[in-house]
């Protein structure tokens, strides 16, 4: 992945220089998440004085069988109302419409509790009025809104540019999304999309034309002189 040869890699392990930080055991496949955990352990074993790292969820964890066999385990926990009031009062004016809306909708509230959705809420809503704000909406509805608002500001950031309209980037970014889920990916790479995510006819038939058949009349056209070069000899 990170295109290091094999051989200094295995000399990295082999000579304990190599410090593993394991995030997001929780994302291996559900059959597969026994086996880490005891490769993870094999290798804790054999290199004892190697600081070793694993990251997973709470939930996952406690439902595996098989534990870790690590010295010390620290529970994040998520923020309070008094720490994200204190972080959003230092941005400033920025963000007062956000902490008057936080202090009186219990809904987001609990959205804030995370660094990441808190970060989501500063920049979906920085600037905002407190009309702009304020919402009667299901929870579920109300968290698309802030998503839509968030994926909105970041398609507007400065040094952004693209040749397609914002419905358009959308809408492809939806279904790379459905598709990494389909397959079990969290992180995205040209080199694993296949033709099975092509799921429309439409899209499996210009794949056919384009990487299956043109290919085969391009190499035909390239080697049908040296054919007849040949034959002709």
Known sequence: ????????????????????????????AAVHRG???????????????VPLVVSCRNADYE?????????STVVVQPLTAKQTHDYLSRLGEQTIALRFLLHNDPTLQELATTPLLL????????????????????????????????????????????????PQVVHWLGWLARQLALH?????????????????????????????????VLFGIAVSPIVWIASSS
Request: aromatic share 6%; glycine share 6%; hydrophobic share 40%.
């Open 184 to 216: 079990s990916q969290t992180e995205f790479s040209i080199e694993r999309i296949q033709p099975d995510w092509l799921l429309e006819t439409q899209g499996l038939r210009v794949y056919e034309h384009l990487g299956v058949r043109l290919p085969g």
């Open 35 to 49: 086996s880490c955990v005891e490769a993870i352990n094999a290798y804790h074993r054999e290199h004892g004085l």
């Open 119 to 166: 970060s989501i809420l500063i920049l979906a809503y920085q600037g905002k009025q407190v009309e702009d704000l304020i919402s009667t909406d299901a929870p579920a509805v109300q968290r698309q809104r802030i998503l839509a608002h968030y994926v909105q500001r970041m398609l507007q950031q400065k040094g952004i540019q693209t040749h397609y309209q914002q």
């Open 63 to 71: 439902a595996l069988q098989e534990r870790l066999q690590l010295r």
């Open 1 to 28: 992945k990170y295109m290091v040869p094999r051989k200094l890699a295995v000399s990295w392990v082999a000579n304990d220089q190599l410090l593993p930080l394991l995030d997001g055991l929780d994302e291996v």
